[in-house]
């Protein structure tokens, strides 16, 4: 049994017949396994079934995603299978049966599953890339939230993001506010962003950059900044729409499934709507913490 938390949610990676490895996948993982599950958390179960013989026939589902590579996607009603690695020799890796709300997940593995440990035989843990990005995409549509391709950060306990395609800056930032030792970075690549209570929050998840800054962490989402680079540190303003339009290109949204899709949709105009966004035009140097701390601090 082996427990992983993400954005508040705990996953419990159980397997009736064998022991689970415990090692993560990515060392950006270690952070976000638990002994136990801590109070406060959505408690959840995947249910790993190490016999790909045993999955229920999928000739009732109609395929809704077709990849080609690492994953495609089936749907009966609001039941759903997952196929990772669908064109792999020898079968799929693994296949995964969910609803959104994850009442019900189990994960049927293959031979390639199983490893020889001490002590006899084992199932990897099979919560990992893209795994574990695809079932938060799903559950944070249905409880309010979304992943984002977005740097993260605290500056004196108030959340930020900046968000941007590969390319747009979020490691050059992120490496900027670690060299002056900033303690509060979360994330330079991935963050989850929660509508809680009525309150926005930004999460640290385990899908770095190339930074490899992956925290355990939160904060309150106070402020969105799109990020250029540019010869001089400035900042504009935008209107909701306008950070709308700029947001939904880097958020993980699932196009191809049109219940849930709009759900998400709602989600991101609501965060625009709710929290202020802007431009961050920088310079790739450390002259760029000092200026986004007297922003923030309300000194420019």
């Not at 179960?45 to 495609?72: A, L």
């Amino acid at each position: 049994m082996l427990n992983i938390e993400i954005a508040e949610v705990s996953f419990t990676i159980d397997c009736k017949t064998m022991p689970v490895t415990d090692e993560p996948h990515n060392v950006s993982y270690t952070p976000f396994i638990k002994e136990r599950i801590e109070s406060g958390t959505t408690s959840l179960t995947i249910n790993i079934i190490p016999e790909m013989n045993e999955f229920p026939s999928g000739g009732e589902f109609t395929e809704i995603f077709k990849g080609y590579g690492s994953w495609s996607m089936f749907r009966k009603g609001e039941e759903y299978l997952l196929v990772l690695n669908p064109t792999l020799a020898g079968g799929p890796e693994c296949t995964v049966r969910f609803n959104p709300r994850l009442e019900d997940l189990f994960v049927y593995c293959g031979e390639m599953n199983i490893v020889e440990a001490a002590g006899g035989k084992k199932v990897s843990n099979p919560f990992t890339y893209p795994l574990d990005q695809i079932i938060l995409m799903y559950y944070l549509a249905i409880k309010g939230g979304a992943v984002m391709h977005a740097a993260g950060m605290s500056i004196n306990q108030r959340g930020y993001i900046f968000p941007g395609r590969s390319g747009s800056g979020k490691t050059t930032l992120s490496k900027q506010f670690m060299a002056q030792k900033v303690s509060g970075m979360m994330s330079d690549d991935r963050v989850i962003i929660k509508n809680t209570n009525k309150t926005f929050r930004v999460f640290g998840t385990p899908w770095p950059g190339e930074g490899g800054i992956a925290s355990n962490t939160s904060a309150p989402l106070e402020g969105i900044f799109f990020i250029s680079h540019a010869d001089s540190n400035w900042i504009n303003e935008l209107k909701p729409q306008r950070a709308l339009e700029k947001l939904l290109p880097v958020v993980s949204i699932p196009w191809f499934d049109r219940e849930i899709m709009p759900l998400v949709l709602d989600f991101c105009g609501s965060l625009v709507t709710n929290i202020p966004s802007y431009e961050l035009f920088f310079k790739p140097d450390t002259e760029v913490v000092n200026f986004l701390d007297k922003f923030v601090s309300k000194e420019l």
